[in-house]
């Protein structure tokens, strides 16, 4: 009997010849945040795919709180509990933001959607613009609704593809600490594919770091950022 | 708007046609107001499709035609009573459509629109070449009852009944489209409709829900033709014809598919432009182009979004905010 929430195993994606998933092997404990980093076309989105059933796999398993979910559509995924958000956002336009998240929750099957899509607007500071369109909201707020769509039904796992990126300092800042404490307030556990060093250094229990679709580190955010290979190949030696 | 709001709308709408039907002099007129209503009910359809899955359909006269020709093999043959057919043919042209949007909703823009033409073409095809059953190129009558719902036909028919009978079809029909779309199934199709690839990640499965108003879409349509049916007693394969399609797609836009009431207002610009105009100009179609053109233009919403936009200002942020109430 495993204690990961998540666990990949060997997982790999092959597009004929070019492999942008080679063998990734990760697990993620219970309200634990996983910042992923690597290079661009490092395979970091791609793993996300893997995990959230967005793209088949060429070999390897899902496993999410013991159940093989490898298998599965991304509606089953996300009916067990794995959740994500997207690199570019991802929202209804046209849609109220509370009808958007109540909806997603009613489809989490949550007994009482709208009680759950309240609490998730609470938290994340949308509950008095629950009226808006969608579309009329600022950069960050759209950002923070894409979070809620991920958040509802009380997912176990979160993945969060770029979550910071086009806020500025003090929103990136903010949604950081936001973060951490969801994971928490709320046992999520978080994998968290970012380039703000600060903010995936800060926040994170274990990083991994990925180059051409492997993994070339994992661990501790000190004994990451210590190792040769990760400055040479990502960091930098300034890091 | 509250429902019980629209309600009220929906009961003064019942009493301006009430007004109109006994208001208009000529039968002739109210025969063509008749049609309009058909046509109206017909773009509802079509306009809906449009709406909620974000498809245009080319070939919507398949269900038009469709609900003609069954109700006419089903009389012809005696196979149920004309109450029960008209019962039967809609639920048969839900079912079909549910079954064929399963299949082709999964096609997405331009594609789905060549293959609702293929579709409708075939079946305008097997009208035409099934003479036996259908009559061919000639068309067949349809022999409804000497009593429908227990009204004799020389009653149904006087062009201030039949009008004042697809007047109340119109409004019930748009009621329910109205309910329907406020319901959650509603929100699911709105929210495939923005975002398939997000509606799969909060647990949405898309294809059934956009196969169902591909469904709906159809049955209405299906009222349109029964309508139809009643009004000619006669159905040729133009009624399965892409012009005809065509045709229903036009006063969707001119009308504004983005409310569901803006296609019964495309389907009453239309033959308005058509009586007023037929008179005068031979090519009055080249001129409802124009105007078609100057809609796209300066109103891509359409009439009803033109309208919208006059009655009140935009939904801004601002009041929307302070609805909220948090």
């Known amino acids: 009997m495993t204690s990961y929430v998540l666990e990949t195993r060997d997982v790999a994606i092959h597009y004929g010849g070019v492999k942008a998933l080679d063998g990734v ?34 070999r390897g398993q899902v496993i999410l709180d013991g159940q093989d979910v490898s298998q599965l559509g991304a509606v089953e995924r996300r009916r067990l509990g794995l959740s994500r958000s997207f690199q570019r956002t991802s929202i209804f336009g046209g849609m109220p933001v509370r009808k958007q998240v109540e909806l997603a929750s009613y489809k989490m099957g949550m007994s009482d959607s709208a009680a759950d899509a309240e609490a998730v607007l609470e938290e994340l500071d949308l509950a008095r613009l ?110 | 708007m509250r429902f019980s709001r629209i309600l009220m709308l929906a009961l003064l709408a019942l009493v301006a046609g009430v007004a109109i039907a006994f208001l208009t002099p000529s039968s002739s007129l109210l025969g063509l107001f008749a049609q309009a209503v058909i046509y109206a009910i017909f773009a509802l359809g079509v306009g809906v499709l449009l709406r909620q899955n974000g ?23 005696d196979w149920f009573s004309a109450e029960i057919a008209i019962f039967v043919v809609l639920l048969g042209i839900g079912v079909l459509a549910f079954l064929i949007g399963l299949v082709i909703v999964r096609v997405p823009g331009i594609a789905f629109g060549m293959l609702t033409l293929a579709i409708g073409q075939m079946a305008y095809l097997l009208a035409t070449r099934s003479r036996g059953l259908t009559g061919g190129a000639d068309g067949m009558s349809i022999p409804w009852p000497s009593t429908l719902f227990g009204v004799k036909q020389s009653v149904l028919l006087k062009p201030d009944v039949l009008f004042l009978i697809v007047w109340t079809v119109l409004i019930v029909v748009t009621l329910a489209v109205v309910w329907l779309l406020r319901t959650r199934f509603g929100s699911i199709t709105e929210a495939v409709r923005d975002n398939e690839e997000r509606a799969r990640f909060i647990g949405i499965t898309t294809t059934v829900p956009r196969a169902l108003v ?12 029964v309508m139809s049916s ?30 569901v009431i803006g296609p019964i207002l495309g389907a009453i610009v239309y033959f308005l432009f058509k009586e007023l105009l037929g008179d005068f100009a031979t090519y009055w179609m080249a001129i409802f182009g124009a105007a078609l053109i100057a809609v796209i233009v300066f109103s891509p919403d359409g009439i009803a979004g033109a309208l919208e936009r006059l009655m009140k200002p935009r939904h801004t942020r601002a009041n929307a905010t302070s609805k909220s109430g948090h």
Do not use: C
């Open chain 1, 25 to 58: 092997s990760l697990t993620l404990g219970k309200g634990q945040i996983l910042g992923l980093i690597g290079p661009n076309g490092a395979g970091k989105s791609t793993v996300i795919d893997a995990i959230t059933g967005r793209r088949p796999l060429t």
């Open chain 1, 130 to 239: 629950g009226n808006v369109m969608a579309e009329d909201l600022g950069y960050g707020e759209q950002r923070r609704l894409d979070l809620a769509l991920a958040l509802v039904g009380r997912p176990k796992m979160l993945m969060l593809d770029e979550p910071m990126a086009g806020l500025s300092v003090k929103e990136s800042h903010d949604l950081a600490q936001h973060l951490k404490a969801l994971t928490s307030r709320w046992e999520v556990s978080v994998l968290l594919v970012e380039h703000d060093m600060d903010v995936v250094f800060g926040i994170s229990d274990v990083v991994t770091v990925f180059e051409l679709g492997r993994v070339i580190a994992n661990g501790a955010p000190a004994q990451v950022r210590a190792d040769p290979r990760v400055r040479e190949a990502y960091l930098g030696s300034s890091a």
């Open chain 2, 55 to 77: 498809l245009t359909s080319f070939g919507h006269a398949l269900f038009f035609g469709a609900a003609g020709y069954a109700m006419g093999v089903i009389l012809t043959l």
């Open chain 2, 214 to 225: 591909y469904a709906m879409s159809a049955v209405v349509t299906g009222v349109a033709g």
């Open chain 2, 230 to 259: 009643l009004n000619t007693g006669f159905i040729s394969p133009e009624s399965l014809h892409w012009s005809v399609s065509g045709i229903a797609l036009v006063m969707v836009v001119v009308g504004g598919f983005k409310s």
